[in-house]
C-alpha cells in the first residue's frame, strides 16, 4: 500500500535552514503529488505548497514563497522541503501527504517530523 | 488565504450527534465540491474522514457524513463513541493548486 516515510527529529538554530525528506513507497512515485502541511505546537494544520514528482513543478503558499522550496529525487522516490531563514515561529511538525490528478484530498500522510528552531 | 472558520470546540454525550461546521468564501468552500474532513488524535498524523464534500473513504464508519450550503461545509458524527474524540479539521481546495484548512474543533466527548 502507499506509504510515507519522514526523517527524524532536528533541532536548529534561528537563521538556519531545515530539510526533511519524506520517501514514498507502493506506488508509481511520479502518478502522486506531494504536498506539506505544518502543525506549530498546539496549533492548526497549515498548507505550505505542493510538488509534481513528474516534472519537479511547483507551487507556494504565499506565505512561505522565498523560503521554502521542494525538490524531489526520482530515483529514491524521495521529494525534500527545505525551509530557510528559521525562526522560533517555524517550530512545528511538518508532514508530508499526497495527492493524484483526479483528486483534491490528502491521504495517505507521512508520520510527521519535528522541527525545533531554538538557540 | 485565510484559514476557514471552525467552532473551537463542539461537544456530545454519548450516542448524541454532533455537526461541525465550516465557513469559507466564494474563492474556495463556496467554488468547488473538494472540501475534506480531518481526524486527529493527540500525536497522530492526521486521517482523511470526508472527501469531496460527503463521501467516505473505505474503512470510515458511516456515522461520519459531510454536506456543503453556499460558503459553508459541514461534518455531521452520529451516535457519538468515545473514540470520536480528537481534533477535527475541514480543507478546501482554492484554486490554482493551492489548498486552505480551517482553524480545527476540539471534539469532546462527555
Known amino acids: 500500500q502507499v506509504q510515507l516515510v519522514q526523517s527524524g527529529a532536528e533541532v536548529k538554530k534561528p537563521g538556519a535552514s531545515v530539510k526533511v525528506s519524506c520517501k514514498a513507497s507502493?506506488?508509481?512515485?511520479?502518478?502522486?503529488?506531494m504536498h506539506w502541511v505544518r502543525q506549530a505546537p498546539g496549533q492548526g494544520l497549515e498548507w505550505m505548497g505542493i510538488i509534481n514528482p513528474s516534472g519537479g513543478s511547483t507551487s507556494y503558499a504565499q506565505k512561505f514563497q522565498g523560503r521554502v522550496t521542494m525538490t524531489r529525487d526520482t530515483s529514491t522516490s524521495t521529494v525534500y522541503m527545505e525551509l530557510s531563514s528559521l525562526r522560533s515561529e517555524d517550530t512545528a511538525v511538518y508532514y508530508c501527504?499526497?495527492?493524484?490528478?483526479?483528486?483534491?484530498?490528502?491521504?495517505?500522510w507521512g508520520q510527521g517530523t519535528l522541527v525545533t528552531v531554538s538557540s | 488565504q485565510s484559514a476557514l472558520t471552525q467552532p473551537a470546540s463542539v461537544s456530545g454525550s454519548p450516542g448524541q450527534s454532533i455537526t461541525i461546521s465550516c465557513t469559507g468564501t466564494s474563492s474556495d468552500v463556496g467554488s468547488y465540491n473538494l472540501v475534506s474532513w480531518y481526524q486527529q488524535h493527540p500525536g497522530k498524523a492526521p486521517k482523511l474522514m470526508i472527501y469531496e464534500g460527503s463521501k467516505r473513504p473505505s474503512g470510515v464508519s458511516n456515522r461520519f457524513s459531510g454536506s456543503k450550503s453556499g460558503n459553508t461545509a459541514s461534518l455531521t458524527i452520529s451516535g457519538l463513541q468515545a473514540e470520536d474524540e480528537a481534533d477535527y479539521y475541514c480543507?478546501?481546495?482554492?484554486?490554482?493548486?493551492?489548498?486552505?484548512f480551517g482553524t480545527g474543533t476540539k471534539v469532546t466527548v462527555l
Open positions: 501527504a499526497t495527492t493524484t490528478v483526479t483528486t483534491n484530498w490528502f491521504d495517505p
Open positions: 480543507c478546501s481546495y482554492a484554486g490554482s493548486s493551492t489548498f486552505v
Open positions: 507502493g506506488y508509481t512515485f511520479t502518478s502522486y503529488y
